[in-house]
């Protein structure tokens, strides 16, 4: 199978109803040695691997993505992008067609580029070019402009295009796959997240064999960049939406900017960016609760009465809701142990944010193939450590809505 998310794919997956269904019965075919066979080799992947059965290739590639939910965006994301693109990839290399990817692609026909044309873009001038190469620039397949352009990221004059559709050489059809692939692969782990509760202990299991992979994997990485854990504020870091929410809104947005935003942004940045776990309270990630009270709450207190008008003065008991987000409960008067009387609500989803309050939605350059506010930060703090660099193709994304049980 060329593509675990390609319409093939998709046909086997019918029978099963929906991916959750689909989740729980993957254990009664497949072992975690199985599963884990996809990412546990070095060098170039196995025969095996390459040959693998189309059945056996979507059982063990799906329970990865289970094993995901509990960890969308660590470096077990990273450890599974790159096995498994490096299996798919050499398996187009041995296909003839690529009719089978997820992009909407089509082959076309000598008559669809005029020859003049075509004898430009080709190249077929210059005599002096060896087979391969010739091979490298003919153009073979294409796809409607409304598919190519977001998964395209160079120069539209280095592209054929003609009455709606881009002509792609199969190089370049590949790059636009492998980008899909990321984006699909994060996007399926994301929406996984939510149900991760609901999943067999086999994905659970899976999932810390994959952490112990990626942690001997990426060691070096890890070290040279530390725990991405309890650390001071770094403002200059925050992604746009934040910064908008700390600079004050209007009376309509409010709530949602200070309360639901910021309140969940700034603590989880500060105490705890990188939470092992989905009921997570801020008693389990620092011992003194008056790193609350003296760096979380004045940010937030100093946001609300930036707004228009002052939030906490036109509703004061919007103070106990605050610490109600941050897990304490309704109270004005909260102890370390009143964390985890209630959810210490997840900062939302970059698309609830735009649905909710799309004034505060004004994306950057890093905002790219993020899609939590805390993924953004996370990034950046990484990027400043050297331990990547900014761009978006190598950082963890698919984060779920809350910690527990949030509809913020």
Same mark, same amino acid.
């Given at each position: 199978m060329l593509d675990p998310f390609g319409k093939k794919a998709r046909e086997s997956l019918k029978e099963f109803g929906n991916m959750g269904e689909f989740l729980i019965r993957i254990p009664t075919y497949i072992t975690i040695e199985d599963a884990l066979s996809r990412v546990s080799w070095e060098g170039e992947p196995s025969k095996g691997l390459i040959e693998m059965d189309d059945w056996k290739d979507i059982l063990? *590639?799906?329970?990865?993505?289970?094993?995901?939910?509990?960890?969308?965006y660590g470096f077990e994301m990273e450890l599974v992008k790159e096995k498994n693109l490096a299996i798919y990839l050499e398996r187009m290399k041995r296909s003839t067609g690529l009719e089978e990817l997820s992009i909407?692609?089509?082959? =076309?026909?000598?008559?669809?580029?005029?020859?003049?044309?075509?004898?430009? =873009?080709?190249?077929?001038?210059y005599s002096e070019l060896a087979e391969e190469d010739r091979r490298k620039l003919r153009v073979e397949y294409k796809m409607w402009l409304r598919h190519f352009l977001p998964l395209w990221s160079g120069s539209l004059k280095e592209v054929y295009i003609r009455n709606g559709w881009a002509y792609l050489r199969r190089d370049d059809l590949i790059k636009l796959w492998r980008r899909a692939f990321e984006a699909n692969i994060e996007r399926a782990a994301g929406k996984l997240y939510e149900i991760r509760d609901e999943l067999p202990g086999f994905y659970r299991e899976l999932y810390e064999r994959l952490s112990e992979l990626a942690?001997?994997?990426?060691?070096?990485? =890890?070290?040279?960049?530390?725990?991405?854990?309890?650390?001071?504020?770094?403002?200059?870091?925050?992604?746009?939406?934040?910064?908008?929410?700390?600079?004050?809104?209007?009376?309509?947005?409010?709530?949602?900017?200070i309360t639901v935003l910021l309140t969940s942004f700034i603590s989880y940045a500060r105490l705890c960016p990188n939470p092992p776990r989905r009921d997570v309270r801020i008693k389990d990630c620092v011992n003194d609760p008056s790193v609350v009270e003296k760096e979380i709450l004045p940010v937030i207190i100093e946001a609300g009465n930036r707004c228009k008008p002052p939030l906490f003065e036109d509703q004061p008991n919007e103070?106990?809701? =605050?610490?109600?987000?941050?897990?304490?409960?309704?109270?004005?008067?909260?102890?370390?142990?009143?964390?985890?009387?209630?959810?210490?609500? *997840?900062?939302?989803?970059?698309?609830k944010i735009r649905a909710n309050a799309p004034e505060l939605c004004r994306p950057d350059k890093y905002c790219r193939g993020v899609k939590n506010p805390l993924t953004y930060y996370i990034r950046r703090l990484?990027?400043?450590?050297?331990?990547?660099?900014?761009?978006?193709?190598?950082?963890?994304?698919?984060?779920?809505?809350?910690?527990q049980g949030s509809d913020t």
């Amino acid at each position: 199978m060329l593509d675990p998310f390609g319409k093939k794919a998709r046909e086997s997956l019918k029978e099963f109803g929906n991916m959750g269904e689909f989740l729980i019965r993957i254990p009664t075919y497949i072992t975690i040695e199985d599963a884990l066979s996809r990412v546990s080799w070095e060098g170039e992947p196995s025969k095996g691997l390459i040959e693998m059965d189309d059945w056996k290739d979507i059982l063990s *590639f799906y329970a990865l993505l289970g094993a995901l939910a509990f960890a969308p965006y660590g470096f077990e994301m990273e450890l599974v992008k790159e096995k498994n693109l490096a299996i798919y990839l050499e398996r187009m290399k041995r296909s003839t067609g690529l009719e089978e990817l997820s992009i909407h692609v089509r082959e =076309i026909s000598e008559e669809e580029i005029p020859g003049r044309d075509r004898h430009i =873009i080709e190249r077929l001038g210059y005599s002096e070019l060896a087979e391969e190469d010739r091979r490298k620039l003919r153009v073979e397949y294409k796809m409607w402009l409304r598919h190519f352009l977001p998964l395209w990221s160079g120069s539209l004059k280095e592209v054929y295009i003609r009455n709606g559709w881009a002509y792609l050489r199969r190089d370049d059809l590949i790059k636009l796959w492998r980008r899909a692939f990321e984006a699909n692969i994060e996007r399926a782990a994301g929406k996984l997240y939510e149900i991760r509760d609901e999943l067999p202990g086999f994905y659970r299991e899976l999932y810390e064999r994959l952490s112990e992979l990626a942690r001997e994997k990426f060691r070096e990485r =890890i070290e040279k960049m530390g725990s991405v854990g309890a650390q001071p504020l770094r403002f200059d870091l925050f992604p746009p939406c934040v910064k908008k929410a700390m600079e004050g809104v209007g009376s309509g947005m409010r709530n949602y900017a200070i309360t639901v935003l910021l309140t969940s942004f700034i603590s989880y940045a500060r105490l705890c960016p990188n939470p092992p776990r989905r009921d997570v309270r801020i008693k389990d990630c620092v011992n003194d609760p008056s790193v609350v009270e003296k760096e979380i709450l004045p940010v937030i207190i100093e946001a609300g009465n930036r707004c228009k008008p002052p939030l906490f003065e036109d509703q004061p008991n919007e103070v106990k809701n =605050i610490w109600y987000h941050l897990g304490f409960g309704f109270t004005d008067r909260p102890t370390l142990e009143d964390s985890g009387n209630t959810p210490w609500y *997840f900062p939302p989803n970059c698309d609830k944010i735009r649905a909710n309050a799309p004034e505060l939605c004004r994306p950057d350059k890093y905002c790219r193939g993020v899609k939590n506010p805390l993924t953004y930060y996370i990034r950046r703090l990484r990027a400043e450590s050297g331990g990547e660099s900014e761009g978006p193709t190598k950082e963890e994304v698919g984060e779920g809505n809350a910690v527990q049980g949030s509809d913020t």
